[in-house]
């Protein structure tokens, strides 16, 4: 059983609270964990390892004096190895000046060969990074793929019924038209080609025998998934909801409901929803939605943040662990660009600000994602991984990214920035942190 369906559904500001904590927490102890580790392995010593900052709740020296413990604040966390001054690594000098024989000068962060300070400091990023790829290589691999041919697996709950498709159908054929793999380059020419009838004629193979049966469209207007922070979530649609009217006018067809949608130029639609065996009457105005298209670059359409899928739960069979990390190194890529994309284009007033998140926000979507099960809770913590990830290797100052800048120019210069300098670029990046923290908060509180 799925822990997360004892939880009522779209829990209240509490449950919220705790899903943006534990995957808060995941993050940045893979994110430490990384520094911690290759720092170790490098023959830097680390003296604290630390989830949350502020008040000490928990907290135990290990047989190498790193001190592991647990804080009252859990946003965030650190790893303080010897000769910092702080969580930002920052140059602690009574500590330096106490560390006067080379081999333990050698033991602290500012002290150690160049080789070891940059891997120390990369490895977060890329224990971030690598986070995402066994997390959603796992979820491939148990999803499976698409069987080939198309075959009935789970019946959906529809206004009319299956009508006479069954589980482990075969199907051969819509409308006379054959059905070509999921994977093949013609699904998408096939699946806009189908007649927009809200019965079709399949041809099916069960049990050895070809047969022609009734079924429905393939593609009904039916919700598989709910976007966090949408106008579908925020007015109560559900996975498994069924759109048959749209002010009145019946549908049928997913491409219906989107045509629909797109063209109501943000003004209140009135829906008519099937919901477990009666109509439901929802009103929700769609919200201009920045989309990341696979060539580069964004669309902007009106959406409500619903997912739509087929009139069945396609069968699957295994995906070979090759694919799966291969889809999940691809996965990864796409957020890496799409977040780097939607900066530039935000950066040059092509798409709203209101695409960055803050606290606010990423509680919200934590506290949604948990709420439609593991699985997506899950997803969602290898999405963000992969954002904080690319967010500290921007080279802002007191980030890792700003760190491995300074490294580049001491391998160049021979010598590293002065004491004086650096103190000042990392209060700079302080500044520049804490004004984008402001930013995106002023985006959670006031963008639509």
């Known amino acids: 059983m799925d822990p997360t369906s004892l939880i009522p559904q779209f829990g209240g500001i509490a449950y919220t609270v705790l899903a943006f904590v534990v995957a808060l927490s995941i993050i940045v102890a893979v994110h430490e964990y990384g520094h911690y580790i290759v720092g170790r392995l490098s023959g830097i ?95 491939f691999f148990s999803q499976g793929e698409i069987r080939d041919p198309l075959t009935v697996g789970d019946l959906r709950t529809l206004p009319g019924g299956n009508l006479q498709l069954q589980p482990g159908d075969e199907i051969l054929s819509i409308n006379g038209a054959q059905v070509p793999s999921y994977t093949d380059a013609s699904w998408t020419t096939f699946s806009r080609a189908l007649p927009r009838e809200p019965v079709l004629n399949y041809g099916v193979r069960r049990d050895g025998q070809t047969l022609s049966v009734d079924g429905p469209f393939l593609f009904p207007a039916q919700v598989t998934q709910v976007a966090p922070r949408s106008a579908a979530h925020d007015s109560g649609l559900r996975p498994g909801d069924v759109i048959v009217a749209v002010d009145g006018e019946a549908v049928f067809a997913f491409d219906q409901l989107k045509t629909a949608v797109e063209s109501s130029d943000g003004r209140p639609l009135l829906l008519d929803v099937f919901r477990g065996g009666e109509t439901l009457k929802f009103t929700l105005a769609p919200r201009r939605t920045d989309e990341p298209q696979e060539q580069g670059g964004f669309v902007t359409h009106w959406r409500i943040g619903i997912v739509g899928g087929m009139a069945f739960e396609p069968a699957t069979v295994a995906t070979g662990p090759a694919d799966a990390v291969t889809g999940a190194v691809v996965q990864t890529w796409r957020i890496v660009r799409s977040s780097v994309s939607g900066l530039w284009h935000m950066v040059t007033g092509a798409i709203s600000t209101c695409n960055i998140s803050g606290p606010l926000g990423i509680a919200e979507t934590s506290g949604a994602m948990a709420s439609q099960g593991t699985q997506s809770f899950v997803w969602f913590i290898a999405v963000l991984s992969t954002a904080v990830g690319l967010l500290n290797l921007f080279p802002i100052p007191a980030l890792d990214g700003g760190h491995l800048v300074f490294y580049a120019y001491e391998a160049v210069a021979g010598r590293p920035p002065s004491d004086g300098a650096l103190r000042i670029m990392m209060s700079v990046g302080i500044a520049l942190i804490l004004t984008l923290m402001v930013f995106a908060l002023g985006n959670d509180l006031f963008c639509p």
């Open 45 to 139: 010593h680390a003296e604290v390892f630390s989830i949350g900052f502020g008040p000490v709740l928990w907290s135990r020296v290990d047989k190498r004096g790193t001190r592991w413990q647990l804080a009252a604040l859990p946003f965030g966390g650190y790893v303080r190895f010897l000769g910092d001054a702080n969580a930002a690594s920052g140059k602690d000098d009574e500590a330096m000046e106490a560390a006067a024989d080379p081999a333990a000068l050698r033991r602290t962060m500012h002290g150690a060969p160049l080789w070891a300070r940059s891997a120390t400091v990369a490895a977060g990023p890329v224990f971030n990074f690598a986070m995402s790829i066994i997390v959603f290589a796992l979820i």
